[in-house]
Nanobody, 122 residues
Framework: VQLQASGGGLVQPGGSLRLSCAASGSIGIINAMGWYRQAPGKQRELVAAIAVISGTTTYADSVKGRFTISRDNTKKTIYLQMNSLRPEDTAVYLC????????????????WGQGTQVTVSS
């Protein structure tokens, strides 16, 4: 499975961005996908995850109410709509995929995409 993330950039505090992660390859084995982020000097952390069939989602407490994860199964793509962005959201955002939702939530999903940089600054 190959994952291609895009949509990062520079945005002012309070602004919005929409990230995309497109899957290709052996996508039939994917049951869950998610977004992680890693800031300099910090551990990688889960942002949000989604089960691609049921649509079940989970979010980090720090982004609840501001970020929304969604999927388009016809395009084999997930999205992360990020609103009310804060400087502390600055990080490299990576997508993860696996047949197991719990594996994606745990960060042990088998497939990782390259990161896309999100910078929130005035």
């Amino acid at each position: 499975v190959q994952l291609q993330a895009s949509g990062g950039g520079l945005v002012q505090p309070g602004g919005s961005l929409r990230l995309s992660c497109a899957a290709s390859g052996s996508i039939g084995i994917i049951n869950a996908m998610g977004w992680y982020r890693q800031a300099p000097g910090k551990q990688r952390e889960l942002v949000a995850a989604i089960a691609v069939i049921s649509g079940t989602t989970t979010y980090a407490d720090s982004v609840k109410g501001r970020f929304t994860i969604s999927r388009d199964n016809t395009k084999k793509t997930i999205y992360l709509q990020m609103n009310s962005l804060r400087p502390e959201d600055t990080a490299v955002y990576l997508c993860n995929a696996d047949r197991s939702f719990s594996a994606v939530v745990a960060g042990t999903g088998g497939s990782w995409g390259q990161g896309t940089q999100v910078t929130v600054s005035s």
